[in-house]
Each structure stands twice: as structure tokens, then as C-alpha cells.
């Protein structure tokens, strides 16, 4: 096998360990299932509980500069280390908790562990991608599905640890001892391709030319002058908080209409199986038609959608 088909094969082997990496990073997503046991052990309500997830991604989102920062100066490997050290300190951390005011949950869950994930996110999908050159849609719509099916699959691992003998707190210390392991696995198991790696290259079609895509890096200066940054930047902003919202309160939303708690966990796997699926259906439509014609298709979708809805 010369180098280039060894490495062709050997970069679906890293798409199937970031997969697996996005899957523990994304319990951040399960937060209306993990959240449960605060509420019945300090009595924080509602409003208290949608502060921590507030502040839990919007340090992911810090994480997630942080991340590229780490990644381009000291390598993906230390960068992931960083986020797994950080990640189970914040897990640990929330699991001691007793007879303390909320802010501590706020440092230990919504600082540290929304960082830690949030650097392990942006560092797996740039990690990753950088071998899918001509498959960049399917890439990260495999990774996102990753991150977004963590809350059916971790989600419901951790409501039975919540029922279990062990307890949330030591549900809380496995969840981050398995996210630092995981993590810490993919990072020396993760590689860059090298200069002297051939890769397939995306085919010219007629919708990429048609869409003037630049060929050109810019510093994070020029970057924030350019108006289609901001553009771009408000439209997933006004996206991420309905889905944040969404994704903190729905086992909330389910019980409010009487759902057994049962069904009510399970609302929120499938909540996040069809975000999962979503992304991997408009990733390959990005690879085969195109930015803007998959933009049009997915908004044209979600407000025909909530049209049914009024």
C-alpha cells in the first residue's frame, strides 16, 4: 500500500475516534437530564439552573477561540489534554458540591467544563477536517452528529446513574473521568496529515463557481473588519440561542405537558438524534450543491415548519 492510499484509509480511522470524542464532549448537551438531581439536592430553580447552561456555552464558545489559539501554537495533542484536565475538573468539581450557593456551579460546570468541551470541540472538527479536503460537509456534519447524539446516548447513562446506587455525584465524577479519557486517547491517537500528504481535492462544479468563494486567509483582524463576518456571525448567533434554549429546557418542556419522566428523557435523545441526523443530511447537501442552495433548502424547511405550528 503506497502513502497516499494508507493515509486515505487511515483518515476515516480519525473520523471514527473524533465521532467518538464529540460523542463525550457533547454532554454538555444534556444539561435538562443532568441537571435534574441539583434542582431535588440544593433547591436551585429554574432561572438559576438556565444561567449555568448560559454561562456553560458561552464559554464554550470562549473554549472554542482558546482552542484555535492552543491548536496553531503548542499542536492539537496538548490542546485536548488541556480541554479533558479541564473538562473532569469541572465535572469533579460540580459532583463535591454541598452546602454552597450556586455560583460554585456556575465556576465549576459553566466555566470549566463549558471551556474544556468547547476547546475540545473546535480542535477536533479542525483536526479532523483537515483530512476530508473534498468531504468537508459530511466531515463535520459526522462530528456534529457525534456532539449532538450525546444526549440520547450519555444523557440516558446518566439518568440511570441518577436512579442507581451510585448516585449523581458519582455519576458526575464518571462523566468526567470518561470525557478526560477519551479525550486524552484521541489526542495521541489524532494526527495531521503532513505537507507531503496527497489528498483528494473537492471537484469544481458549476454551484461552487457560481457562489465566488474566496481563496484567501485573512488574519483575526481582517477578519472582524469584513462585513460577512458580522453577517455571518448574528445569523448563527440568533440560531445557536433558540437551539440552546431548546436543548436546556426540553425534558422540561415534555414534563409541562404531563409526559411521564420516562418519555420525557427520551423526547430529549430524540431531540438530539434528529439534530445528529440534520447535520450529516446538510453537510452532504453542502458537498453536492452547495452553500447557498443548502442554506435556502434548510431555512425554507424550518419556517414551513413552524408555520404547521401556529
Not at 18 to 40: D, E, R
Not at 155 to 173: C, H, I, Q
Not at 192 to 215: N, Y
Not at 216 to 226: F, G, P
Request: charged share 10%; net charge positive; aromatic share 10%.
Amino acid at each position: 500500500m503506497n502513502k497516499t492510499n494508507s493515509n486515505l484509509s487511515m483518515r476515516w480511522f480519525y473520523l471514527s475516534v473524533g465521532v467518538i470524542a464529540m460523542l463525550f464532549a457533547g454532554v454538555l448537551y444534556a444539561w435538562s437530564i443532568l441537571k435534574a438531581p441539583l434542582t431535588a439536592e440544593f433547591g436551585w430553580g429554574a432561572s438559576e439552573l438556565a444561567l449555568n447552561f448560559t454561562l456553560a456555552m458561552s464559554f464554550f464558545c470562549i473554549g472554542g477561540l482558546l482552542g484555535a489559539q492552543l491548536s496553531k501554537r503548542v499542536g492539537h495533542r496538548f490542546a485536548l489534554i488541556f480541554a479533558g484536565a479541564l473538562s473532569v475538573a469541572g465535572f469533579l468539581l460540580t459532583s463535591c458540591l454541598r452546602d454552597t450557593t450556586v455560583v460554585m456551579l456556575y465556576i465549576s460546570y459553566g466555566v470549566l467544563a463549558g471551556l474544556g468541551i468547547g476547546i475540545a470541540y473546535n480542535v477536533l472538527i479542525a483536526t479532523v477536517s483537515a483530512w476530508f479536503p473534498d468531504k468537508k460537509g459530511l466531515c463535520s456534519g459526522c462530528l456534529m452528529m457525534g456532539f449532538g447524539a450525546s444526549a440520547l446516548i450519555l444523557g440516558n447513562v446518566a439518568d440511570a446513574l441518577f436512579k442507581s446506587t451510585l448516585g449523581w455525584r458519582s455519576a458526575y465524577a464518571i462523566l468526567g473521568v470518561a470525557i478526560c479519557v477519551v479525550l486524552i486517547s484521541a489526542a495521541f491517537l489524532l494526527r495531521k496529515p503532513s505537507q507531503e500528504t496527497v489528498l483528494p481535492q473537492p471537484k469544481a462544479k458549476k454551484t461552487t463557481k457560481a457562489e465566488h468563494f474566496e481563496r484567501q486567509d485573512y488574519t483575526s483582524k481582517q477578519m472582524l473588519c469584513r462585513p460577512s463576518f458580522w453577517m455571518a456571525f448574528f445569523c448563527i448567533s440568533f440560531l445557536a440561542a433558540v437551539g440552546s434554549s431548546v436543548i436546556s429546557f426540553a425534558k422540561d418542556l415534555a414534563l409541562s405537558v404531563d409526559a411521564p419522566e420516562a418519555l420525557a428523557v427520551s423526547l430529549v435523545g430524540v431531540l438530539s438524534v434528529c439534530n445528529g441526523i440534520g447535520r450529516i443530511l446538510t453537510g452532504a447537501l453542502f458537498d453536492s450543491i452547495g452553500r447557498r442552495k443548502t442554506m435556502l433548502c434548510a431555512n425554507a424547511l424550518t419556517i414551513w415548519l413552524q408555520l404547521l405550528h401556529c
